[in-house]
């Protein structure tokens, strides 16, 4: 598709279980962004990749949060040990160097219940 | 990055112009002024964005002030698909996007009314 595409677009899953929240950014956008969304707030920066590699995980909350992005394309950002807390919008937005925007999915909403 | 102050909601008329404020008193000479609006229960969406200069686009126009401690979101016509939170942001010249986050506040809720 055209856009970045995010998956599953809804995730319910008890505390305590580990959830795994999937992102297709553009093709050929080298920069993938994870952030999260609680209500009524602003998106909040967890994670950023430039290609394979995280230039900065500096959002990751604690050590329950990780994502990977093996192979330069596809990012999945894991979640050890839901807690209620960790319920929120998790969006992910792609880039290139030589385009001025970051583009965003629709994102993922997480409820741990 | 430079700490931005909007007013938490605007209303406005469909078929005006609706103009969104920005503070941005704390702004450093290399940092650019980017506006990007989330329509309800989208990803934020990418509207314009400037560093000294007044911009526009085919979505908006971006007044900067001359001392860039403040600056203008303007939608000349606004319609009903235009109801978002729109975000201001600052942030450090573009060439170092590949190393650069945008970093989100609360924006300014912006309703249009029929």
């Known amino acids: 598709g055209a856009g970045v595409s995010q998956t599953p677009s809804n995730k319910v899953t008890e505390k305590g279980k580990y959830v795994e929240l999937r992102c297709d950014p553009i093709s050929g956008h080298t920069a993938l962004y994870w952030y999260r969304q609680s209500l009524g707030q602003g998106p909040e920066f967890l994670i950023y990749f430039q290609g394979t590699g995280a230039a900065d995980d500096s959002g990751l909350p604690n050590d329950r949060f990780f994502a990977v992005r093996p192979e330069g394309s596809v990012s999945t950002l894991k979640i050890q040990r839901t807690e209620r807390g960790d319920s929120a919008v998790y969006l992910c937005?792609?880039?290139?160097?030589?385009?001025?925007?970051?583009?965003f999915g629709q994102g993922t909403r997480l409820t741990v219940v | 990055d430079a700490k931005t102050t909007q007013p938490t909601s605007m209303d406005c008329a469909e078929g005006r112009a609706a103009n969104l404020p920005c503070n941005h008193s704390t702004i450093s000479g290399n940092e650019y002024v980017y506006w990007y609006r989330q329509i309800h229960s989208q990803g934020p969406q990418y509207i314009i964005h400037g560093l000294k200069n007044n911009e526009t686009n085919e979505m908006a126009s971006l007044i900067i002030t001359e001392d860039r401690k403040s600056s203008t979101l303007i939608l000349p016509h606004a319609t009903l698909r235009d109801t978002a939170v729109y975000y201001c942001?600052?942030?450090?010249?573009?060439?170092?996007?590949?190393?650069?986050?945008?970093?989100f506040g609360t924006g300014t809720r912006l309703t249009i009314i029929p």
């Open positions: 937005a792609s880039g290139r160097l030589d385009v001025t925007e970051a583009f």
């Open positions: 942001i600052v942030r450090v010249a573009w060439a170092n996007f590949g190393n650069e986050k945008l970093t």
